[in-house]
C-alpha cells in the first residue's frame, strides 16, 4: 500500500514537473514579451537617450564638454577616488569574507550584519555621519581644524564616504562562497607544512577568484557612479571636489543640457566596459568558473 502510495506522489511530482516545462506557448511568449518590454523601457531607452541628447549638438560640442577643464578635472576625481576605494574594500572583503567563514570568534553574527549596513542607510545619511564626525562643528572638527587637516569638503571624505558605501560588494561576493568551501582544503594544505600566506596564495584564492572579481567589478561600478554620499561631503567646489555624477547634476542644473548629457554618457560607457569585461570573462573561462562553482 505504501508503495502505491509512493508511486503515486512521484507520478503527481513528474506531472508537475512536465507542466511546469511544457507551459503553453502563449504563457511562455508573454513571459518573454514582457521582459523584453521592460528592458527596453526601463534599460534600452533610457540609455540611448542619454546617447542621442549627448551627440544631439555634433560631436565638436561634445567633445568640447568632455575636454572641458572642470569636466577633466571631474573625471580624475572619479577615477582617483575609485583608485583608492576598490582596494581598500577587495583588502576588507577578503578580511572579513575570511574571518567569518573560517573562524569562530565571539561577534561574528553582529560582523555578518554590521557588513550589510551601507545596503540600509540612506547614502545621504551616509554622508551626513562623516560630516558630523569631521566637520567643522562636528567630533574631531577643532582637532583637524587645529592640525590644519580637511576631510569635509575635500578629497579624504569624498574617498571615506565612497568606501562606505561600497564596502559591502566584496565581502557579500565572497562569504557565501567560502562558507560554502568549508576549511578542509586550509587544513589539508597546512598539514602538509604550507604556511598561511601559501595556504591563502594557493588554496584559497584560486578557489575565489572570480567571486573577488564579480565583487571588484560591482564595487567600482558603484564607486564611480555614487551620488548621494558623495555630494553631502563635497561641497560641490568646481574643477575640485566634484566627481563626474556631481558635475552632471550642476549641468543639467544650470540648464547646460548638452554638456551633461555627454559627461553621463562617459558614465554610461564606463558602465558598458564593466558589463563588456564581465561578459568576456565569463566566456573566456566558462569552463573554470563551472569548476569553481561545483567545487
Known sequence: MMSDVSLGLDFVADDRARSVATERRWVRNSLIAIAVVFLTLFLLLPLITVFVEALRAGLGAYWAAITEPDALAAIRLTLLVAAIAVPANLIFGLAASWAIAKFEFPGKSFLNTLIDLPFSVSPV??????????????????????????????????VLATIFVT?????????????????????????????????????????????????????????????????VVSGHIRGKTNTMPLHVEILYNEY????????????????????????????????????????
Open 125 to 158: 545619511i551616509s554622508g551626513l555621519v562623516f560630516v558630523l564626525l569631521f566637520g567643522l562643528q562636528g567630533y574631531f572638527g577643532a582637532w583637524l581644524q587645529e592640525h590644519n587637516l580637511q576631510i569635509i569638503f575635500a578629497v579624504p571624505g569624498i
Open 167 to 231: 564596502f559591502p560588494f566584496v565581502a557579500r561576493e565572497l562569504v557565501p562562497l567560502m562558507q560554502e568551501q568549508g576549511t578542509q582544503d586550509e587544513e589539508a594544505a597546512l598539514s602538509l607544512g604550507a604556511s598561511g600566506f601559501k595556504t591563502f596564495l594557493w588554496v584559497t584564492l584560486p578557489n575565489i577568484k572570480w567571486a573577488l572579481l564579480y565583487g571588484v567589478i560591482l564595487c567600482n561600478a558603484r564607486a564611480m557612479g555614487e551620488f548621494g554620499a558623495v555630494s
Open 256 to 295: 547646460n543640457f548638452a554638456a551633461a548629457f555627454a559627461v553621463a554618457s562617459l558614465l554610461a560607457l564606463l558602465a558598458l566596459v564593466t558589463l563588456i569585461i564581465k561578459f568576456a570573462l565569463e566566456w573566456r573561462f566558462a569552463d573554470q568558473i563551472a569548476a569553481a562553482g561545483r567545487h
